[in-house]
C-alpha cells in the first residue's frame, strides 16, 4: 500500500529564507513522487516531479526536491522564499504514472515580510 | 500548459437536492478524467476515474448511485451528487492527464466547495 505523510501542517518562513517542507513516502514498488502548489481558489499545480531518473530534481519557481530511498524521503526545498510562495503544498505518490495519485495532507506556506 | 476548468467554483444546496459539477478541458482533449473530493485539512482522495464513453470506475466505498459521472465528450466530464446530505458537503476537485513533451502530467480543476444545508 502506498501512502505519503507530510510531517508539518504548517511552515513559517520570513521573506529571504529558505524554505523546507517535508514529506515521507511509504511504497511497495518504484514510486513517482509529486510536489504540488494550490493557492487560494485556484487549480493544483505541478511543481516538479521524480519518475526514477535524477534523484535531484529541479522545478519551477527555484523549488526543488531531493528523492532519498534510504530516508524514503522527498523534501522540498527552495534557498529563497518570496510573498508569491504563500499557498498549500502537496506531496503526492503514485504508481501507475497518473491514475491513483495518493495525496499528503498539505503543507500551508506563510511568508512573511 | 493545459488548462481545466471547474464549475462552478462554489455551491450551497439544500438537502434532499442534486447539485451538478462541471469539469473541462479548454485546449485538449482528455479521455480520462479523475474526481477527487477533500475534506478540510485532510488530504485529497480520488472519486473514481471518468471514462470518455464509458462508464467511470469507483474506488472503494464510494457509492456510484450517489455520486454520478458521465463523461459524454472528450473535453466534459460531469459529477451529480444525488439528493445531497449535510455530510456530502466537502471540497471536490477535478483532473485530466495529458500527454505532452514532458511525459505526462495531470491538470487540476480550481475545485468546487460544496455544502448542503
Not at chain 1, 507530510?6 to 510536489?35: A, I, K, M
Not at chain 1, 503514485?94 to 499528503?104: D, M
Request: hydrophobic letters at 35%.
Amino acid at each position: 500500500a502506498q501512502s505519503v505523510t507530510q510531517l508539518d501542517s504548517h511552515v513559517s518562513v520570513s521573506e529571504g529564507t529558505p524554505v523546507l517542507l517535508r514529506c515521507n513516502y511509504s511504497s511497495s514498488y518504484s514510486p513517482s513522487l509529486f510536489w504540488y502548489v494550490q493557492h487560494p481558489n485556484k487549480g493544483l499545480q505541478l511543481l516538479l516531479k521524480y519518475t526514477s531518473a535524477a534523484t535531484l530534481v529541479k522545478g519551477i519557481n527555484g523549488f526543488e526536491a531531493e528523492f532519498k530511498k534510504s530516508e524514503t524521503s522527498f523534501h522540498l526545498t527552495k534557498p529563497s522564499a518570496h510573498m508569491s510562495d504563500a499557498a498549500e503544498y502537496f506531496c503526492v505518490v503514485s504508481t501507475g504514472g497518473y491514475n491513483k495519485l495518493i495525496f499528503g495532507a498539505g503543507t500551508r506556506l506563510a511568508v512573511h515580510p | 500548459g493545459a488548462v481545466v476548468s471547474q464549475h462552478p467554483s462554489w455551491v450551497i444546496c439544500k438537502s434532499g437536492t442534486s447539485v451538478k459539477i462541471e469539469c473541462r478541458s479548454l485546449d485538449f482533449q482528455a479521455t480520462t478524467m479523475f474526481w477527487y473530493r477533500q475534506f478540510p485539512k485532510q488530504s485529497l482522495m480520488l472519486m473514481a476515474t471518468s471514462n470518455e464513453g464509458s462508464k467511470a470506475t469507483y474506488e472503494q466505498g464510494v457509492e456510484k448511485d450517489k455520486f454520478l459521472i458521465n463523461h459524454a465528450s472528450l473535453t466534459l466530464s460531469t459529477l451529480t451528487v444525488t439528493s445531497a446530505h449535510p455530510e456530502d458537503s466537502s471540497f471536490y476537485i477535478c483532473s485530466a492527464s495529458v500527454q505532452g513533451h514532458r511525459g505526462t502530467e495531470a491538470f487540476f480543476g480550481q475545485g468546487t466547495r460544496l455544502t448542503v444545508v
